[in-house]
């Protein structure tokens, strides 16, 4: 992991690299991208990538946390918030569902890694970094199946099984990762508006009241 | 494609070959899987598999045809029965998750085969032949659009985008393909129940009455 290179670039020469890096990734997967793509999407020399990433494995899982990051920081405001849960599932997927749209490169990079890792498509040493990825993945699940377990125990939601809902409510919330394509003239309102509509379907899958 | 091939081997000795070949795509990703792993897997050799399929490319979209058709054959009873939009959709939802759960390795292929067409990691050839699975996909997905379609015009489902709806419903009836795994003593009732659960899930983010 770069976790001293992040702190002695400057950032947005670092963030160029990795939004470079998870275009490249979301469009040809991780087999086929190559350090060279990256920096000729760039504009740049391979050299340049390596300087600051000394390995393709590298600069994917760094895409990867930088990915969970943003949408850690993205609900911070509302995770800890004092209001009813189910409310407060609301804005959680909202937020998140909106991440999944505005930063899909990162996302769809996201759910690679965790395809590979479970696939055991990883070198040892890459073994030990994905699991630690996994798992920062696996936290921030755990943020929104407790907020549904809660809302459920306040009556405020309806599911059978705990573990299977959290699966389909994830899988209704991220699928914009799979099927999104920006429009022309697309405004934020529109984005926000698509956004609506998938957490209402997540919503009442959950027999939200 | 292998149309001649199969009209000519045994069926036993092709669909084991397939099926040999849908778990090794699913364990390890197509880049990863070789002819050498599926005959391993077989015990058999490589050269009774190149016998029958000419490439991997070969075999992976032979998986994918055989997957999708099992699902055509699946929804057949249901596809045109004459009793409400709604109740039709509920037969041909619960026919196709249990597919997903029942043949989960050939549906990841399914998945994965539409992945690496979209991203063009095919060559010329391929294309053409990927082309028209797709195309098999998508008009097998129209069947329980236009049913949805249906069921709302009809009152007895609400929902605001059609296209979007189709979209949230396939990926909550999908799911399992990615968290769906065997627990030992599992019953055909448990599976049943399961799918009764995703099918609910999937109802309910239709707003189904």
Redesign the interface.
């Known amino acids: 992991m770069s976790e001293s290179t992040a702190r002695t670039m400057p950032d947005d020469s670092r963030f160029d690299i990795l939004s470079a890096a998870a275009q490249c990734f979301m469009?040809?997967?991780y087999?086929?991208s190559s350090i060279d793509d990256v920096a000729r999407s760039l504009g740049s020399t391979k050299g340049r990538v390596y300087h600051h990433f000394p390995s393709k494995a590298d600069l994917f899982a760094e895409v990867f946390r930088t990915g969970m990051e943003m949408n850690y920081t993205a609900i911070e405001p509302y995770r800890e918030k004092d209001i009813p849960a189910v409310m407060r599932w609301r804005h959680l997927a909202t937020i998140h569902t909106g991440q999944m749209i505005r930063t899909k490169p990162f996302q769809r990079v996201v759910w690679e890694g965790v395809?590979l890792h479970l696939?055991?498509?990883t070198t040892p040493e890459q073994r030990e970094v994905f699991a630690r990825l996994l798992q920062y993945r696996t936290e921030y699940g755990l943020i929104f199946r407790k907020t549904i377990e809660e809302a459920r125990d306040a009556g405020a939601m309806d599911?059978?099984?705990l573990g299977?809902?959290a699966?389909?409510m994830f899988?209704?919330l991220n699928?914009p990762i799979?099927?999104y394509s920006p429009r022309p003239d697309e405004t934020e309102g529109d984005i926000d508006r698509?956004v609506g509509?998938?957490v209402t379907?997540?919503a009442?899958?959950?027999?939200a009241s």
């Not at 009442?204 to 027999?207: I, K, N, S, T």
């Open positions: 469009e040809r997967g087999h086929a395809e696939r055991g498509a599911f059978e099984n299977i809902a699966e389909l899988m209704t699928s799979f099927w698509l509509q998938i379907c997540a009442r899958g959950l027999g």
